[in-house]
């Protein structure tokens, strides 16, 4: 084909490409009933005006818990309610401060005043909203496990579960996301926040076989042109999605074959395609943890990378000495940004046995593909 000829091409073989997008919430939402119902029981009394009992919803990564949420607040706008749910993408508003003026924008529709710089004075105007309007306040924090970094869960927390007492007659429930299992909140809260916060758990098991071959079934349905993709390669799909563990690889494994077959011309994915688009779609979890890391924690992944190279282990006393020269930060900070990229699941932190604090450290992909992203 020549370049003008494949520029011109417009037949595809998507039906429908929204359907493949990542924040695309789907029609057809099964094996979720129970989460769901358990969700709504537990924010029901903020239709009314009281305050919604806290939930903290956990499971791995593509097991539907932001899915269910956005299902759930859009229910409750389209019907008289008291309660405004707020949903906060943790990875991209991760202080107080952003999280306070996040919540600010979403009631009023535009950011706080200049003036209102400080964490303090969003919260102020906050609460002058809930109490002139009589509104009860419910805040989603979705992906909440980046917030484990320099005591913000605490932070946030302790600001909105004890708002009440600062504003008497404020009423704000809170969703706590969690999708890393290894996180035991229990130790991460302090006491002055688990005093006021005791959750009813909901867990998001990951899904079965059959379940995400259904699932990934009725997307091709709805996204494809009958025949673009086979039963038996769907079941290709649907191992490697299995794999992973998360939906989200599935899905953009079907959109990048698709696109692969369309750019040889062909009207049915091959085996192949489906080849060369999970060597992609596997790393989605890598890319978009890279994404979310602060610059100094890029800096100090850079140089793991680099260290990495040479065939001795890597000791976090050790690292320490290069990152202090490189990129001078104080050993809090620096362990800090350990304890994150290991949460990340970017890199292994191991303690070593007898000799105190310092720990062994293993990156858990390729430097060479950690670097596409960086
Ligand atoms: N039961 C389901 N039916 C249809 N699509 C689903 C289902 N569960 C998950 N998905 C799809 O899988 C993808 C991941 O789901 P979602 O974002 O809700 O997962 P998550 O548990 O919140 O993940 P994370 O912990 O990484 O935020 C989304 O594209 C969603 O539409």
New binding site residues.
């Given amino acids: 084909m020549t370049l003008k000829n494949m520029l011109m091409w417009d037949e595809t073989l998507f039906r429908d490409p929204d359907i493949f997008e990542?924040d695309?919430?789907?029609d057809?939402?099964?094996?979720?009933e129970g989460q769901m119902r358990e969700l709504a029981f537990l924010l029901r009394p903020g239709i009314k005006g009281s305050r919604p009992l806290n939930a903290l919803l956990k499971?791995?990564?593509?097991?539907?818990?932001?899915?269910?949420v956005r299902k759930i607040f859009s229910d409750i706008r389209d019907i008289p309610s008291k309660m405004i749910p707020i949903h906060i993408n943790c990875q991209v508003e991760n202080s107080r401060f952003m999280i306070l003026s996040q919540i600010y924008r979403q009631i009023k529709g535009h950011n706080p005043s200049a003036a209102g710089n400080s964490y303090k004075r969003v919260l102020d105007s906050i609460a002058e909203i809930l109490l002139a309007e009589d509104r009860v306040l419910l805040v989603a924090l979705?992906?909440a496990n980046y917030l484990l970094f320099e005591n913000e869960l605490n932070k946030v927390l302790y600001l909105l579960l004890r708002s009440h007492e600062t504003y008497p007659g404020t009423r704000i429930g809170v969703m706590v996301?969690i999708?890393d299992m290894d996180v035991d909140l229990s130790r991460e809260l302090d006491v002055r926040v688990t005093s006021v916060f005791s959750p009813t758990e909901v867990y998001?098991p990951p899904?079965s076989h059959d379940e995400t071959f259904q699932?990934l079934k009725?997307r091709v349905m709805q996204g494809l042109y009958p025949g673009v993709l086979s039963e038996a390669l769907l079941e290709v799909v649907v191992d490697h999605t299995l794999r992973t563990g998360?939906?989200?690889v599935g899905?953009d494994m079907i959109k990048r074959a698709t696109m692969n077959a369309e750019k040889d011309a062909m009207r049915e994915i091959s085996q192949e395609h489906i080849h060369e688009a999970y060597k992609i779609s596997r790393f989605l979890h890598l890319k978009y943890s890279v994404l979310s890391l602060r610059r100094e924690e890029k800096e100090l992944l850079k140089i793991l990378i680099e260290l990495s190279q040479s065939d001795e282990q890597l000791t976090s006393g050790e690292v320490y000495l290069i990152v202090k020269k490189k990129l001078k930060l104080g050993y809090t900070v620096y362990y800090e940004a350990l304890r994150k990229l290991d949460n990340l699941r970017l890199i292994n932190l191991q303690f070593r046995d007898g000799r105190g604090r310092t720990r062994l450290i293993n990156l858990r992909y390729d430097p060479d593909k950690i670097k596409l992203y960086l």
């Fill in positions: 990542i695309y919430i789907p057809q939402f099964n094996y979720r499971g791995t990564p593509g097991t539907g818990k932001t899915t269910s979705d992906d996301i999708s998001f899904y699932i009725e998360d939906m989200r899905i």
